[in-house]
């Protein structure tokens, strides 16, 4: 009987979660075209919408158009009636917010941590963001759990950092930690990663299978998005795309080699290029716009560039022609639809993303590269921390996750 009982409540949720996907994909929707699309039986799709109304996870909203009887009633989700919670643990800086169903930010507020390294003292000041967004209005009651976004190592699955290079971590249990203050899931996720899920549920690649996000800023890594899924690789490292070489006589990275992409196309490697070039006696406008080397920053190099600055443009020119290489080996390997660029390179503009472009086209393999896009990110600043959110309701609309998020159906 234990057996029997199991089974027909996992066949439940499967059943529950398969109609919720749909509804989200195709709202507003009828109860019979769901029948349709999930061939499941029209009487447990009526009994499951039902209890989904009953629980206000779904509305009904008016008709459709009657193909020669009743008008069918139309069901879309209610967006507010699930809130989860995301956090961007960055290096200098914790970005939270709230979002709903639709990846709509409800709440958001953010906390300086520059310079703060040790773990205890950085866990409290994400406890602390998360407290200050939960005690506004109403929201506690309706949040189902917590995401978490951050750079480096980290085991998804145990919830664990193995190893953030910036904060010298090594192999802590962040989601416990913080599941102990709050009592809801918490799911934690490399920062990355995150971003490619955002862009996944309300981005530039919504409901697509394949693609790629490369986020570009103090470092270099992507997400992988391969058969509907995120791919993290067999010890959570896929993705790092930052480590492979496109200079065997670059500079030094930060990992022991040289000339790493990372090396040579991050935001710091931007800022070195230009300084060491200004050092040398290159002429631009940039010696104009600040008081010494010193003050000088990716801003900088993206308005002078704006502004026709000659060596501003090379520089970014040069870093399009880096990120190219790096942009074609992955569609070499693994034949996206669509690579997506986030990340502050994104401020740079078209000079970047054109250079990207004409690199790929000249390195890539022709078939593949023809078909697939390369666009810019317009997920904002607000990306990692809206794609840390989405990993809750991943749990909540499919089946297969490792952590379970129960809205009490």
């Not at 709202?27 to 499941?40: A, D, G, H, M, Q």
């Not at 499951?48 to 193909?67: A, D, M, P, R």
């Not at 600055?309 to 992955?330: E, F, K, M, P």
Request: net charge negative; charged share 20%.
């Amino acid at each position: 009987m234990n057996y029997l009982s199991g089974n027909l409540e996992l066949m439940h949720e499967l059943n529950t979660k398969q109609i919720l996907r749909v509804i989200r994909q195709f709202n507003p929707i009828s109860r019979s075209e769901i029948v349709e699309k999930t061939n499941l039986t029209a009487a447990t799709v009526s009994r499951i919408v039902s209890k989904l109304i009953e629980f206000n996870l779904v509305t009904e909203t008016g008709y459709g158009e009657s193909s020669g009887g009743r008008k069918p009633i139309l069901l879309e989700l209610n967006p507010g009636a699930v809130l989860t919670v995301g956090i961007d643990l960055e290096i200098d800086e914790i970005k939270g917010l709230i979002i709903d169903l639709n990846g709509r930010v409800l709440l958001e507020d953010n906390l300086s941590i520059k310079g703060e390294r040790e773990q205890d003292h950085i866990i409290n000041r994400v406890i602390e963001i998360i407290k200050k967004l939960l005690s506004k209005k109403d929201y506690r009651s309706r949040v189902t759990g917590i995401g978490i976004g951050m750079h480096g190592l980290v085991d998804y699955a145990r919830g664990i950092s193995i190893f953030p290079p910036a904060f010298g971590w090594r192999d802590i249990p962040v989601a416990d930690m913080i599941k102990k203050e709050f009592d809801l899931p918490v799911i934690i996720e490399n920062n990355v990663r995150a971003l490619t899920l955002a862009e996944n549920w309300f981005g530039m690649a919504k409901d697509l299978n394949n693609f790629i996000c490369l986020k570009v800023g103090s470092g270099i890594g992507s997400g992988i998005f391969t058969d509907g899924k995120l791919y993290r690789g067999a010890s959570n490292s896929a993705g790092e795309i930052g480590h492979t070489m496109v200079d065997e006589d670059g500079p030094l990275c930060s990992c022991g080699n040289y000339g790493c992409l990372e090396s040579m196309a991050s935001i710091p490697a931007i800022v070195k290029r230009t300084v060491k070039a200004l050092k040398q006696g290159a002429d631009s406008k940039i010696n104009s716009m600040v008081n010494n080397l010193k003050e000088i920053n990716e801003e900088t190099v993206f308005l002078a560039a704006k502004q026709g600055d000659q060596l501003a443009g090379q520089v970014l020119q040069d870093t399009g022609r880096y990120l190219g290489i790096g942009i074609a080996n992955l569609i070499n390997i693994l034949n996206p639809e669509v690579v997506i660029i986030g990340g502050d390179i994104v401020l740079a503009g078209d000079i970047i993303l054109e250079s990207m472009r004409s690199t790929v086209h000249n390195r890539a393999l022709s078939y593949p590269a023809e078909h697939v896009k390369i666009i810019n990110s317009r997920m904002g600043k607000e990306g990692v921390a809206i794609g840390a959110a989405a990993l809750i309701l991943e749990s909540v609309f499919n089946i297969g996750h490792n952590i379970n998020v129960d809205i009490g159906l």
